[in-house]
C-alpha cells in the first residue's frame, strides 16, 4: 500500500488551474453526464443515501359515476427507491527524477491523464447503470429470451412466481427484469437465479416492497445475440415507439437521445436515412459528441462502448456476464435510447470533481527526501436509472472493422 505525502504547498492560483485543466479533459469523455437528471444531490452532513419517491399515474377513467353517487376510492401507488454514494478515485506518483529531468511537464501531462481517465470512469459508471437496468430490447425480436408475464403468487422483495414461465434452470439468469405495471412500475433488477420446478424469478436489489398478484413485468436476457444482429432502423424505431407509448419525455420536444459505439455509429451509416448532425445544427445548437440524427433520435457517440458476454442459462456466478457486467471483448452491444428523466447522476451537494496535487513541503516528515509527489482526482457519486421505461437499451452484436 503506498504512502501519500501530506502537505500541499500549490498556491490557490495553481490548485484553480489543475482543477480547469482536469474538468477541461474529462467532459470529453462524460457522455452521459449532459443528459443525466442533477436535482437529487445530498446535501452535506446528511448521510451517503438519497431517498426518492415517483407516483405510478392513475387508470383512465371510461365510466360514468352514477348520479348521486361517490367514485370506487382507488390506492395511489408510488415507486420508492434510493441510491448510496461513494467515493471512486485515482493517483499517480510523480518521483522527483521525473519531475527533475524530464524534458516535458509531468504535472501537467498527470493531469490530463488523470482527467482523461475520471472522465472515462464516471461515464462507465452510467452506462453499467443504463445497460443493467433500462428497459432492455433485442434487435433480433428473439421471443425465446425475451418474454412479458404477470405475477401468479410468491412475491417478495428479492422474487416471484410466473407459472407461465416454463424454461429450463437458469434460463433468465444475469438478464433484466423490469416491473411494468404496480406500485413498482418502472423499477428493473438484475435477474440471479430462476428455478424451473417453481417458475421462481430471484432478483437484485430488493424491491421497496413486494409486488402484487397480477402485477405485469418484461424479463429478458441476451443469450444467443451475435455480431451479426446488428441495430436497424425498425428496433430503433420500435423503441421509439416504446417510449412514446410511456410518455416519456422528449429532450428537445421533438428527438429521443441515443449513445452508440463508433461500430454501431457505422453500422447506423449504411442506412439512407441516416442525417450527419453537420447538415441540421450549427455547433452551438448540438449536444456533445453528436453526430446524427436517424429514426427519431438525435445520435450521440461514445468512443467507450459498453459492451459485455452474452447470457448463456448457467447459474449466476457473481455477475459474471450478461446485463450490466462490462467485458471489453464482448460481443454484445447496449444501446441506449431514452427522454427526459430517465436517469440521474447523484454526488454530495457542494462538493465538485475535484483534482488533488500534494507536493512535499519543509516539514513533511513522511517524504523526507522529496522523492515524490502525488496527483490524484476524487468524484463522490453514484449513476441510478430514475424510470427503466423512459429508456429502451437496445440489445444487438455490431459490425467489426479490421
Not at 87 to 108: F, G, V
Not at 325 to 339: E, K, Q
Request: aromatic share 10%.
Amino acid at each position: 500500500m503506498g504512502t501519500a505525502t501530506t502537505t500541499s504547498t500549490l498556491t490557490a492560483a495553481m490548485k484553480e488551474y489543475y482543477d480547469r485543466k482536469l474538468l477541461t479533459v474529462a467532459r470529453p469523455k462524460m457522455v452521459a453526464e449532459q443528459f443525466a437528471d442533477h436535482t437529487k444531490d445530498i446535501p452535506k452532513h446528511e448521510g451517503q443515501t438519497v431517498n426518492f419517491t415517483r407516483y405510478v399515474p392513475l387508470s383512465v377513467i371510461t365510466s360514468a359515476t352514477s348520479e348521486g353517487s361517490n367514485p370506487d376510492y382507488v390506492e395511489l401507488e408510488a415507486v420508492r427507491l434510493s441510491a448510496t454514494l461513494a467515493k471512486y478515485a485515482n493517483s499517480i506518483r510523480l518521483t522527483d527524477e521525473i519531475q527533475l529531468m524530464s524534458y516535458c511537464e509531468p504535472l501537467n501531462n498527470a493531469i490530463i491523464e488523470l482527467g482523461a481517465n475520471m472522465g472515462q470512469s464516471v461515464n462507465r459508471l452510467y452506462r453499467k447503470a443504463m445497460a443493467a437496468y433500462m428497459y432492455p430490447m433485442r434487435v433480433d425480436g428473439d421471443g425465446t429470451y425475451a418474454v412479458s408475464g404477470a405475477i401468479t403468487s410468491g412475491a417478495t422483495t428479492t422474487a416471484f412466481v410466473d407459472t407461465s414461465l416454463t424454461q429450463a434452470d437458469h434460463f433468465w439468469v444475469d438478464g433484466t427484469v423490469v416491473f411494468t405495471s404496480g406500485q413498482n412500475k418502472g423499477l428493473s433488477a438484475h435477474v440471479t437465479a430462476f428455478v424451473a420446478d417453481t417458475d421462481t424469478v430471484t432478483f437484485t436489489p430488493a424491491l421497496k416492497e413486494a409486488c402484487d398478484t397480477g402485477d405485469t413485468f418484461r424479463i429478458v436476457a441476451s443469450t444467443g445475440i451475435v455480431a451479426s444482429d446488428t441495430v436497424t432502423a425498425s428496433a430503433v424505431e420500435k423503441a421509439v415507439a416504446f417510449l412514446k407509448s410511456q410518455n416519456a419525455e422528449p429532450y428537445d420536444g421533438q428527438y429521443y437521445i441515443g449513445i452508440i459505439s463508433p461500430f454501431v455509429t457505422y453500422d447506423f451509416m449504411q442506412d439512407s436515412s441516416w442525417v450527419n448532425a453537420m447538415h441540421y445544427g450549427s455547433p452551438e445548437n448540438l449536444f456533445k459528441g453528436e453526430v446524427g440524427r436517424w429514426g427519431g433520435v438525435r445520435w450521440v457517440e461514445d468512443t467507450d462502448p459498453w459492451t459485455e458476454n452474452a447470457c448463456d442459462g448457467t447459474a449466476y456466478n457473481a455477475w459474471d456476464r450478461g446485463h450490466g457486467c462490462y467485458a471489453a471483448s464482448g460481443v454484445v452491444n447496449h444501446t441506449p435510447i431514452f427522454g427526459k428523466h430517465c436517469y440521474a447522476g447523484i454526488r454530495l451537494e457542494g462538493v465538485e470533481d475535484k483534482v488533488i496535487v500534494k507536493v512535499s513541503g519543509p516539514q513533511d516528515t513522511s517524504n523526507a527526501t522529496n522523492a515524490y509527489s502525488m496527483a490524484s482526482w476524487r468524484v463522490y457519486f453514484t449513476s441510478v436509472v430514475l424510470n427503466s421505461l423512459f429508456g429502451v437499451s437496445l440489445i444487438s452484436g455490431s459490425s467489426s472493422i479490421a
